[in-house]
Each structure stands twice: as structure tokens, then as C-alpha cells.
């Protein structure tokens, strides 16, 4: 079992109540039954032809031959099946060849195949983000040029935005881009690193939606344009080479099935790339893509978190190992290791952290759903929300996905450590989520620096909303009560410290106001996930209380009210001990000096 089709179904209907998204126009098609025919199918999929490669995909990484990169020969029928099944473009309008699935239901999918094979799984959705800002940006050329191709799946979709003087500052890219007597079109000079799925031979081309600075613009961010720029442009003769070379491929820690390649462009003075939208606008178009990338990535990290946690679930229950602390009776047999205390609190820890992360990521895709199809007061509400919600989705479950896997690998002990297992590999996947689509302190001072403020705290006014809905419902269940009381006074905390913080930035000490916004991510983030957690338990201890609730189903809530009540016992006390540390004026990271290390 590398997910849980229960505790999907769980969210997706009894919590978030996606049948209900047929009520807007553009998904009135939809029902729970297509909702449940597009899941089984991803998960036919991920068993059939992602879950075989994951060990194989590790083994056999990428590797530069002449110029291209190789990846597993498996890599052409699963990109294929993603294009010929409709998944790149499922989201996308009828009109443009898409199912106008929810975005929720998508991402659902896509935490299924990410848990049998995160490698494999990033293929094809990097090509519905490149897709998807030349669809909203580009020129009706543009479109008719690309899309149809990227959706088959036949070309591959890139975001190439870094370089080796600019990763979280793209202020400086230097790549460049000159004006050719063609309208639109310009001549790209420059070099991109770390691009993902960058180059590789299962598919005929790559489509790179890079970002480039046109000679006279503005400087810094203000400066920057997009541009589709292909590895191979097409011409009457069909594709010739667009003078983009791969210089290299990154042999990683994890998450080695995906190419990740060092890219030059223009080296011959002939790679030319076409403007998206207008100049200069290029930074604000890709954080369209960067967005929904980043609720992708915590997505990443929570189901590579799931397989992690089903795996050593599994051996926990499986692995005999000492006896009970009161039996002393060396004749008894062993029991298994689910039955000594330590050993559940690394599942439970596991479990609360990866279903909170879960349930916040598809709360998230549902927000964007209905930001995307709504009006109005509805539509910037939850446009805003997801806003503020974004830094804490993608960092949160990386973050802690980190640690969760640690356990998984700790609970198999010396087998955790060996390449017998999947856990070693799950350990080394995740840690790629608190890097990539911004580092964890690019979305601290994200939160801190710009959500917390934006329209006047607005955002951060629907946050402790919607918290005080969960805290009112859970109110009418006496046993939630304490649970919905601790969630209260964490609230009334994080308002504390944010008021600190923002006297702080109001007496012009942006340094010291700033200094420690990770620790503050931190703090909101496990707020958040409590929130969710708690919501989970209204809906899991109604379902108890209630006597059509069938047997077979009450292990389940018991499981949800477990992993609510560990992690409000055991995480989000360290609100207090972040609270103070962020209430207390002590600038040793500011004033220890670079010479001092
Ligand atoms: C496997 C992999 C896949 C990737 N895929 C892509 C891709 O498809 N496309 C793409 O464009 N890029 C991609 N990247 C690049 C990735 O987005 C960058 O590595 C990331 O943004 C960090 O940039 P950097 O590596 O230059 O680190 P740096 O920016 O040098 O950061 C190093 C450290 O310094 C900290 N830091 C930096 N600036 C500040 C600051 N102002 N204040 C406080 N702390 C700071 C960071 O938080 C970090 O801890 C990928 C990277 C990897 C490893």
C-alpha cells in the first residue's frame, strides 16, 4: 500500500465536499462518479507503470550520451499514456481539448502517482505549468504553435528560470534576449542550471518557458520578459536544433529517475525564443506557474511522506521484537513492533503530519478551484486566502516530510538503513522539497514580509476565519472541546507575535523584523495544520456519534481523532516555544559575525 484511497475519499468528500463543485457552470459535467472514475484510473496507472519503476528509476539515473540525456526507456510509454489519456490538459476548457476537471481532483490524481513514483510523476505536470502560461499569456500563435503538441504529450513542458549567480534571487538573471527584425521574436543568450526534465529522449522536443532579460528594459525583477524558447524549432522541414545544448546532468541525492540538466543557450548565435505576453512582465506571468508548482511541491513531499509511512506501517506491524515493558517472561514470543509506545508515536507523528499536510493541500486545490470559477466577493476571498495559504503549503509538508521519512527509516531500524527497503529512498526524495520552487527562507520572509501585510492584513483576517468556523464547530462536540480551545489560545499567540513582529518592522528594523521568518513560517504553518486536523475530527467524531456509521469504518475515525489529539499533544505546543523565541530581543543571527564561523 504506498496510499490511502480511504483517507483520499475521506477529504475529498467528507470534508471538502468536491461533489459540490458542480454547482459552478464550468465543472457542471462533473459528479462524484467521474470524480471516482478519473481516481481509479490514476491509481491503475500508478500501480501498473510508475509503482514497478520506483526502485529501477533510483538505480538507473539519468545519464548524458552525446550531447542528450537518457532517462529509463520506461519514461516514453508512461509520458505517452499521460498524453494520450488526457492528463496534461484535463483541467483545461473543453475548448481547448480539456475535461474542465476540478483542479482538486487533478491533484488528487497526482498525489497518487507522486506516491507510487515521485520521479515519474514530474514529467508530465511540469508540461500542464509551461502549457498553462502559454495558454493564459501567449499570442494565438503561440498557442497554436505549442499546446496541441504539449498536451499529446509529445513535447515536454520546463520552467527555466535559474542560473548559477541567480537561484532565489532572479532579480539577477543575465540571460538575454535581442530584438530579431521578426516581431516576437528574439535571439536568447545565456545559461539555465537545475531545470527539470531540461532534456531527455522520450520526447521529440522540449519547450522552455524561460525567463530572459531584453537589452534597455528596467533593472532587477522589473526587467524580466518570458519567453517559449525550444530546444528544437520547427521548421517547413519539420524540427531542426534550436542552438540550446545541455551542458550537463545532475547526479543527485534523490529523486534521480528525473533529468535535471545544466542547460546553454545561444552559444552558436542562434537560439531564438518567442515573447509570452508583454516585455518586462515576465517574473509576474511565471509566478502564475510558480504558484500552483508550489502547492505541487507540498503535494510532492506529502504523498512521498505517504509511501513512506505505509511502508514502515507495514514492517512495525510485521517485525517481532521484545516484549511488553511489564512482561519479564523471556518464553513468551516476541510481539510486533506497532505494540511498543515509542514505536507509535513515530507512526502517529507520521500519520498526523502527513494527513494535516494532505488535508491542507487539497483545502488549497479547492480554494483555487473556486478562485478560478467563481465571482465576486467569493472569487477574491478565495483568491486571497490561497495567497496566504501558498508559502505555508509548500513548506510545511517539506519541511516536515524531511523528518517524517527520518522516522519511517527509524522504525526499520538497521533494515530502514539498507537498500532493501523503499524508506532509504523515500529519506533521500524529500529532501528536495524544502529546495526547490523557493527555499524555505524565501517563503518565510514571503509570509512574514508580504502576506501577513497584504491589503491591510486582509488575508491574514479570512486565515483566523476560517480557523474560528473549525474552532466553533468543533465546539459543539464536547469531546473536541480541549482541542478546540488549545487551537484558540495558539491564534490568540500567533496575533501576538505578529503585532510584535510588526512593531518591530513600523520602528524600520526590517532586519530584525525579518531575521527569524522561517521560525514564524513554522509556527503559522503547524497552526494550519492543526486547524486542518481538527476539522478532520469534527467530521470523524460525527461520524462516530452517529449509529448508521458502519463497523468497518470506525477504526478509520478513531485513526483521524488519534492523529488529531498526537499532534495537538505533541506539536503545536511548540507554538508557545517559537512565540517566545520570536517575542524576545535577541539579535545573536544578526550580530554574529560572518568572520566569527
Ligand atoms: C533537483 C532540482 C530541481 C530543480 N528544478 C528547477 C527547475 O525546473 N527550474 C528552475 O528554474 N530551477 C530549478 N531548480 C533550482 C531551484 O529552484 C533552486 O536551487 C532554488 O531556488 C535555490 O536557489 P540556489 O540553489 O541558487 O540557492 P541560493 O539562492 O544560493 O540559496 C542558498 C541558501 O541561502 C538562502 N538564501 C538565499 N538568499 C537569501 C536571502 N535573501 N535571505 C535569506 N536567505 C537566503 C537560501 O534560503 C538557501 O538556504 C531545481 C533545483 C534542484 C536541486
Given at each position: 500500500m504506498?496510499y490511502?484511497?480511504?483517507?483520499?475519499?475521506?477529504?475529498?468528500?467528507?470534508v471538502?465536499?468536491?461533489?459540490?463543485?458542480?454547482?459552478?457552470?464550468?465543472y457542471?459535467?462533473h459528479?462524484a462518479?467521474?470524480f471516482?472514475?478519473v481516481?481509479e484510473?490514476?491509481?491503475?496507472?500508478?500501480?501498473k507503470m510508475?509503482?514497478?519503476?520506483?526502485?529501477?528509476?533510483d538505480?538507473d539515473?539519468?545519464?548524458?550520451?552525446?550531447g542528450?540525456?537518457?532517462?529509463?526507456?520506461g519514461m516514453k510509454p508512461?509520458i505517452?499514456?499521460?498524453?494520450?489519456?488526457?492528463w496534461i490538459?484535463a483541467?483545461?476548457s473543453y475548448?481547448?481539448?480539456g475535461q474542465?476537471?476540478?483542479?482538486?481532483?487533478?491533484?488528487?490524481?497526482?498525489?497518487?502517482?507522486?506516491a507510487?513514483?515521485?520521479?515519474?510523476?514530474?514529467?508530465?505536470?511540469?508540461t500542464?505549468?509551461?502549457?498553462?502560461?502559454i495558454?493564459?499569456?501567449?499570442?494565438?500563435?503561440?498557442?497554436a504553435?505549442?499546446l496541441?503538441?504539449?498536451?499529446s504529450?509529445?513535447w515536454q513542458?520546463t520552467m527555466?528560470?535559474t542560473?548559477?549567480?541567480a537561484g532565489?534571487?532572479?532579480s539577477?538573471?543575465?540571460?538575454s534576449?535581442?530584438?530579431?527584425?521578426?516581431?516576437?521574436?528574439?535571439k536568447?543568450?545565456?545559461?539555465?542550471?537545475?531545470?527539470?526534465a531540461?532534456?531527455?529522449?522520450?520526447?521529440e522536443n522540449i519547450?522552455?518557458l524561460?525567463?530572459?532579460?531584453?537589452?534597455?528594459?528596467p533593472a532587477?525583477a522589473?526587467g524580466i520578459?518570458?519567453?517559449v524558447v525550444p530546444q528544437k524549432?520547427?521548421?517547413e522541414?519539420g524540427?531542426e536544433?534550436?542552438?540550446?545544448a545541455t551542458?550537463?546532468?545532475?547526479?543527485?541525492?534523490g529523486?534521480?529517475g528525473a533529468?535535471?540538466a545544466h542547460l546553454?543557450?545561444?552559444?552558436?548565435?542562434?537560439?531564438?525564443g518567442?515573447?509570452v505576453?508583454?516585455?518586462h512582465k515576465?517574473?509576474s506571468y511565471?509566478f502564475q506557474?510558480?504558484n500552483?508548482?508550489r502547492?505541487?511541491?507540498?503535494?510532492?513531499a506529502?504523498a512521498i511522506?505517504?509511501?513512506?509511512?505505509?511502508a514502515?506501517?507495514?514492517?512495525?506491524?510485521e517485525?517481532?521484537?521484545?516484549?511488553?515493558?511489564?512482561?519479564?517472561?523471556?518464553?513468551?514470543?516476541?510481539?510486533?513492533?506497532?505494540h511498543?509506545?515509542?514505536?507509535k508515536r513515530m507512526?502517529?507523528?507520521?500519520?498526523?503530519v502527513v494527513?494535516?499536510?494532505?488535508a491542507?493541500?487539497?483545502?488549497c486545490?479547492?480554494?483555487?478551484?473556486i478562485a478560478?470559477?467563481s465571482?465576486g466577493?467569493?472569487?477574491?476571498?478565495a483568491a486571497?486566502l490561497l495567497d496566504?495559504?501558498t508559502?505555508?503549503a509548500?513548506?510545511y509538508?517539506?519541511?516536515?516530510?524531511?523528518?517524517?521519512t527520518?522516522?519511517?527509516?527509524q522504525i526499520l531500524?538497521?533494515?530502514g538503513y539498507?537498500?532493501?527497503f523503499?524508506?532509504?529512498?523515500?529519506?533521500?526524495?524529500?529532501?528536495?522539497h524544502?529546495?526547490?520552487?523557493?527555499t524555505?527562507?524565501?517563503h518565510g520572509?514571503d509570509?512574514l514580509?508580504?502576506?501577513?501585510?497584504m491589503?491591510?492584513?486582509?488575508a491574514?483576517?479570512?486565515?483566523?476565519?476560517e480557523?474560528?468556523?473549525?474552532?466553533?464547530?468543533a465546539?459543539?462536540i464536547?469531546?473536541?472541546?480541549?482541542?478546540?480551545?488549545?487551537?484558540e489560545?495558539?491564534?490568540r499567540?500567533?496575533?501576538?507575535v505578529t503585532?510584535?513582529?510588526?512593531?518591530?518592522?513600523?520602528?524600520?528594523?526590517?532586519e530584525?523584523y525579518?531575521?527569524?521568518a522561517?521560525?514564524?513560517?513554522?509556527m503559522t504553518?503547524?497552526?494550519?495544520?492543526?486547524?486542518?486536523?481538527l476539522?478532520?475530527g469534527v467530521?470523524s467524531q460525527n461520524?462516530?456519534?452517529?449509529?448508521?456509521t458502519?463497523d468497518?469504518d470506525?477504526n478509520?475515525?478513531?485513526g483521524?481523532?488519534?492523529?488529531m489529539?498526537?499532534?495537538?499533544?505533541?506539536?503545536?505546543?511548540?507554538?508557545?516555544?517559537?512565540?517566545?523565541?520570536l517575542?524576545?530581543?535577541?539579535?545573536?543571527?544578526?550580530?554574529?559575525?560572518?568572520?566569527?564561523?
Amino acid at each position: 500500500m504506498f496510499y490511502s484511497k480511504r483517507n483520499l475519499h475521506f477529504n475529498l468528500y467528507e470534508v471538502l465536499q468536491a461533489q459540490e463543485l458542480n454547482k459552478y457552470a464550468y465543472y457542471e459535467d462533473h459528479s462524484a462518479e467521474t470524480f471516482d472514475l478519473v481516481l481509479e484510473s490514476a491509481e491503475q496507472i500508478a500501480e501498473k507503470m510508475l509503482l514497478p519503476l520506483l526502485t529501477e528509476m533510483d538505480r538507473d539515473e539519468p545519464q548524458l550520451v552525446n550531447g542528450r540525456i537518457k532517462v529509463h526507456e520506461g519514461m516514453k510509454p508512461i509520458i505517452k499514456k499521460f498524453g494520450d489519456d488526457g492528463w496534461i490538459n484535463a483541467t483545461f476548457s473543453y475548448d481547448e481539448g480539456g475535461q474542465q476537471l476540478p483542479g482538486l481532483i487533478h491533484n488528487a490524481a497526482a498525489f497518487i502517482f507522486q506516491a507510487a513514483n515521485y520521479s515519474a510523476s514530474v514529467f508530465p505536470f511540469l508540461t500542464t505549468g509551461a502549457a498553462n502560461l502559454i495558454r493564459t499569456f501567449g499570442s494565438e500563435e503561440l498557442k497554436a504553435t505549442f499546446l496541441e503538441t504539449m498536451f499529446s504529450g509529445k513535447w515536454q513542458g520546463t520552467m527555466a528560470l535559474t542560473e548559477p549567480d541567480a537561484g532565489s534571487s532572479l532579480s539577477d538573471i543575465t540571460t538575454s534576449a535581442t530584438p530579431t527584425d521578426e516581431e516576437g521574436v528574439y535571439k536568447i543568450k545565456g545559461q539555465k542550471i537545475y531545470i527539470s526534465a531540461g532534456d531527455h529522449d522520450a520526447c521529440e522536443n522540449i519547450i522552455h518557458l524561460m525567463l530572459a532579460k531584453i537589452a534597455g528594459g528596467p533593472a532587477g525583477a522589473k526587467g524580466i520578459s518570458l519567453f517559449v524558447v525550444p530546444q528544437k524549432r520547427i521548421s517547413e522541414n519539420g524540427l531542426e536544433p534550436n542552438d540550446v545544448a545541455t551542458a550537463g546532468v545532475y547526479h543527485k541525492m534523490g529523486y534521480k529517475g528525473a533529468p535535471i540538466a545544466h542547460l546553454m543557450m545561444g552559444a552558436e548565435d542562434n537560439c531564438v525564443g518567442y515573447l509570452v505576453g508583454e516585455p518586462h512582465k515576465g517574473l509576474s506571468y511565471m509566478f502564475q506557474m510558480m504558484n500552483e508548482a508550489r502547492v505541487g511541491v507540498g503535494m510532492n513531499a506529502a504523498a512521498i511522506g505517504t509511501a513512506a509511512y505505509y511502508a514502515s506501517l507495514q514492517y512495525a506491524k510485521e517485525r517481532p521484537q521484545g516484549r511488553s515493558i511489564t512482561d519479564k517472561n523471556p518464553a513468551n514470543p516476541q510481539i510486533s513492533i506497532i505494540h511498543h509506545a515509542d514505536v507509535k508515536r513515530m507512526l502517529l507523528f507520521q500519520k498526523s503530519v502527513v494527513e494535516g499536510s494532505l488535508a491542507l493541500l487539497l483545502y488549497c486545490s479547492k480554494l483555487a478551484d473556486i478562485a478560478h470559477v467563481s465571482s465576486g466577493e467569493e472569487q477574491s476571498e478565495a483568491a486571497l486566502l490561497l495567497d496566504f495559504l501558498t508559502p505555508i503549503a509548500k513548506s510545511y509538508p517539506s519541511e516536515m516530510c524531511c523528518l517524517t521519512t527520518s522516522a519511517a527509516v527509524q522504525i526499520l531500524g538497521g533494515a530502514g538503513y539498507t537498500t532493501d527497503f523503499p524508506v532509504e529512498q523515500f529519506y533521500r526524495e524529500a529532501r528536495i522539497h524544502p529546495i526547490h520552487e523557493g527555499t524555505t527562507g524565501i517563503h518565510g520572509m514571503d509570509l512574514l514580509g508580504r502576506k501577513i501585510t497584504m491589503q491591510n492584513g486582509r488575508a491574514a483576517v479570512l486565515f483566523f476565519n476560517e480557523c474560528g468556523k473549525t474552532i466553533h464547530d468543533a465546539r459543539e462536540i464536547p469531546t473536541l472541546e480541549s482541542c478546540a480551545s488549545e487551537l484558540e489560545n495558539s491564534l490568540r499567540t500567533l496575533q501576538k507575535v505578529t503585532n510584535h513582529l510588526l512593531g518591530i518592522a513600523k520602528m524600520g528594523d526590517t532586519e530584525a523584523y525579518l531575521a527569524d521568518a522561517t521560525l514564524f513560517l513554522e509556527m503559522t504553518g503547524i497552526i494550519a495544520i492543526a486547524w486542518q486536523l481538527l476539522k478532520s475530527g469534527v467530521v470523524s467524531q460525527n461520524a462516530l456519534n452517529s449509529e448508521t456509521t458502519h463497523d468497518s469504518d470506525r477504526n478509520f475515525y478513531n485513526g483521524k481523532l488519534a492523529a488529531m489529539n498526537y499532534f495537538f499533544a505533541y506539536e503545536l505546543i511548540k507554538v508557545e516555544g517559537l512565540a517566545k523565541r520570536l517575542q524576545e530581543d535577541n539579535k545573536v543571527t544578526i550580530e554574529t559575525e560572518a568572520d566569527w564561523f
